[in-house]
C-alpha cells in the first residue's frame, strides 16, 4: 500500500474572508507538500475547485503544482480533480497542462480527472448543469491520449470540436503520457474506471467495510480491460480519510474529540450529487460541531471513519484499508483541529514510522505501470506525403 496527502485549500469560518489568512493557508499546503517528500510519501494530491467558499480556495492548483515539482524530489504530483466540462476549458488546454506539468516534474505528474464536484461549481461556467458533465468527461477522456500522440490531431464531437489538424504541443516528458484517473462515488463508475483501466481517486464517507464491494467491482473489471484508455493500465484505487498520528496518543485523541463535524457539513453543502450524509445540515442551517467522547471517537475508528493514535496504533487502522483491497490512501492535510506544527509533526511521524510498515518499494505502481506502455495511436491520422516526409529543416545543436 502506498501513501499521500490530499491538499484542498480548505480554509473554515471567518478566516475565508480575508486575504491574509487565505495566503498563509496556501503557503502552508505547500509546506506540507515539500516536507512529505523527504518522509516517504508517495503522492501529494491537489484538488481544483471553483467558487466553493470555505470548502476550497484551491482553484488552480497547476502553478502550486509546478512551484512544489522545483521544491521536491521524489514525491509525484497529481490534480484530484482537473475537472473536465468543456464548457469551463477547451480540452486542447487540459491537454497542454497536463504534459507540461509530466515534463517540469520529470514524469512525476499523476492526471486525476473528473466532472466537477457539483451544481454550485459547475453553474460557475456559463450555467452549466451536472446533469450534462457526464457525456463531457466521456467524450474529452477519449481524446486527450490522442492529442498527446498524434501531429495532425483533428476532432469533431458533440461537446467540442478541433476542426483541422494540430498538433498540440507539448508532447508528455518520455515515451508515454501521465497516469489517468477518475474520481469515483457509486459502483456503476468502479467498474467503468476499472474497465478503461485507469485509477479511481475514491473518498470515504461512511464505514469500511461498505467500500469493499466497490473495490471489488473496480478489480473484477480491472483483470481484463474491455475499453482501455491510453498506452498502459493504471490498476489502482485510491482512497481518502482523514489522520490524526501523534507521538503522544492522548493529545491525538483530545484533537480528535473537539469540534468534529464542519468539513462534513461543507462536503453536504457542495457536493450535491452523491448522497448527504444522515445528519447532513446545509446552509442556511448553522452546522453542529459537537465534542466527542472517548466512545463515540473509538466507534468513529472502529468504523474506518478516520485514523487516530499513536504510530502503533495507527498501523493498526491501517491494515483495514489493506484487507478490503485499497492501494493507495490518502489523508485530508490540515485536519480540523490541528494547529501548523502538529500537521508538520503529523507528516513526520506518519511518514517516518507509518508508511515503511507498508509501502517496502521505492518505486511508485504509476511508475512500474507506466513502464509497460505501449501505443496506442499512430503519430498521423493521415498519410504524410513524399515531399514532407523527405524534407529535412536545418539542424541545431540540442543538449540531451
Known sequence: MEFGLFFNGYL??????????????????????VLADSHNWKYAWFGEHHCLTEYSHMSAPAPVMGYVAAKTDR?????????????????????????????????????????????????????????????????????????????DYQFEGDHFSVPTPHNVLPKPYGESHPPLWVACGNPATFTKAGAHGIGAIAFNFEPIHNLRGRIQAY??????????????????????????????????????????????????????????????????????TVEWSDEILDMAIDGGYMLCGNPEEVCEQVTRYQEVGCDQL??????????????????????????????????????RFRQQAVPTFPAFNEPVSDDLANTRPPVFPVSI
Open 219 to 288: 478489480k473484477e473489471a480491472s483483470e481484463n480491460p474491455t475499453d482501455q484508455i491510453g498506452q498502459y493500465q493504471n490498476n489502482n484505487v485510491m482512497m481518502t480519510n482523514a489522520v490524526i498520528c501523534l507521538e503522544d496518543r492522548e493529545e491525538a485523541r483530545r484533537i480528535a474529540k473537539q469540534d468534529r463535524g464542519y468539513r462534513v457539513t461543507m462536503v453536504n453543502l457542495y457536493h450535491d450529487t452523491m448522497p448527504k450524509s444522515p445528519d447532513a445540515i446545509v446552509w442556511p442551517h448553522p452546522p453542529r
Open 75 to 151: 514525491i509525484h504530483i497529481g490534480s484530484a480533480i482537473t475537472s473536465f466540462p468543456t464548457d469551463k476549458e477547451h480540452p486542447v488546454r487540459l491537454a497542454e497542462r497536463a504534459a507540461m506539468l509530466d515534463h517540469i516534474t520529470e514524469g512525476r505528474f499523476e492526471f486525476g480527472t473528473g466532472r466537477g464536484a457539483g451544481s454550485h461549481e459547475v453553474a460557475t461556467f456559463n450555467g452549466l448543469a451536472t446533469a450534462d458533465t457526464k457525456a463531457m468527461w466521456d467524450e474529452v477522456v477519449r481524446e486527450i491520449p490522442r492529442m498527446w500522440a498524434q501531429k
Open 330 to 367: 490518502v489523508f485530508g492535510t490540515p485536519d480540523e483541529g490541528f494547529s501548523h506544527e502538529q500537521t508538520l509533526e503529523m507528516i513526520e511521524v506518519f511518514g517516518d514510522q507509518v508508511v515503511p510498515e507498508f509501502d517496502t518499494d521505492p518505486v511508485h505502481s504509476t511508475t
Open 12 to 33: 473554515p469560518g471567518p478566516a475565508a474572508h480575508d486575504a491574509g489568512a487565505e495566503h498563509v493557508m496556501l503557503m502552508n499546503e505547500i509546506d506540507y507538500a
